[in-house]
């Protein structure tokens, strides 16, 4: 990752031009989202006056719009997430997905749901299985000071495989009234998501960790360097280590398992704008809202009128491109 920072010079020109185009990409996915569904509509349809127009402003502002908040709130947090994983792990193939982090957070949440707790335990269960599950990798494979960590990422994906049977387990558990909500919540769904809380989250998240952007470049590069500049490097390690917690929670309590938007955006962002977080925090939780909002759109089009859950076609779309990463590993 040193490499890639070093190479890469971050100008003002380039930020404008980063976030101008993220911007304008996201705008283009907001309209698309609202305009198209089980029911296409066109936008001066909305305008309109007469019953159709009525019924069209309803899907949109009553269905569409909350979901395609959520979907920018959601797919943000879980960029973001990864992207502090990554910086953690010094691994551009973390993610809180493969890391177990996502699955710490949905047996926590299965478990509160199933002792019939409220929004807030079940936000507080999530986001304490996030952060245990995060403890417990690094715990397990922090003396992993190799080039490649393998060991750790490994023991990440252990720790997944862990929280999916755990999952399992507490479904078999669950009553008939709630297994099959709390199925299709597992597989990741925003129709119903509530928005408010996760787009709150992502944007204090933002503000707090971006004027800590240039520490995290140098803690990103190596612990050496960290130490020898006299950065207090256990410090950001925990500041890291809860704020990857909580977005991943609160990811998860909105919209279930999501995978592997943690893991392509901030890669493929590295990839083309290079390893400065102070580009990279913002550009990937609007990256990560724009993958997430196409992917919805998908979901509710592929098979229209029938949706699909949002967290199986990033998964059809994530694996492939996972297993790519992978194979290119080597020359990361």
Known sequence: MSRGYSAARLTPRKVLATMALLLLLLAIAV??????????????????????AALARDVVLELRLPRT????????????????????????????????????ASVGALLALLLGVGTLGVNLAAGSGALLSIIIV???????????????????????AFCGALSSLLLSMAPDGLL??????????????????????L??????LWPLARELNIMGMSSESAYSLGLNHNTLR??????AALACALAVTTAGMIGFVGL???HALRLMIGQDLRLLLPAAALAGGIVLLLAD????????????????????????????LLSRRGRL
């Open 264 to 266: 392509i955006v901030p």
């Open 297 to 324: 759109i998908l979901a509710r089009t592929l098979i229209a009128p029938q949706q699909l859950p949002v967290g199986v076609v990033m998964a059809l779309l994530g694996v492939p491109v996972f297993l790519y």
């Open 31 to 52: 309209a698309a989202s609202l305009c198209f569904g089980s029911t296409n509509y066109r936008p001066w349809q909305l305008w309109s006056s007469g019953d159709e």
């Open 69 to 104: 908040l959520a979907a920018i709130a959601v797919g943000g947090l879980l960029a973001l997430a990864g992207t502090l994983q990554q910086v953690l792990l010094r691994n551009p193939l973390a993610d809180p997905y493969i890391l177990g982090t996502s699955g710490g």
């Open 138 to 160: 690094f715990l397990l494979a922090g003396s992993d000071h190799s080039s490649t960590q393998t060991r750790l990422l490994l023991t990440g994906v252990a720790l997944a």
């Open 180 to 201: 099959r909500g709390m199925i299709f919540w597992l597989m990741g769904d925003l129709a119903g998501a509530h928005w408010q809380s996760a787009l709150a989250l």
């Open 238 to 243: 925990w500041i890291l280590y809860f704020a």
């Open 203 to 208: 944007a204090v998240l933002l503000v707090l």
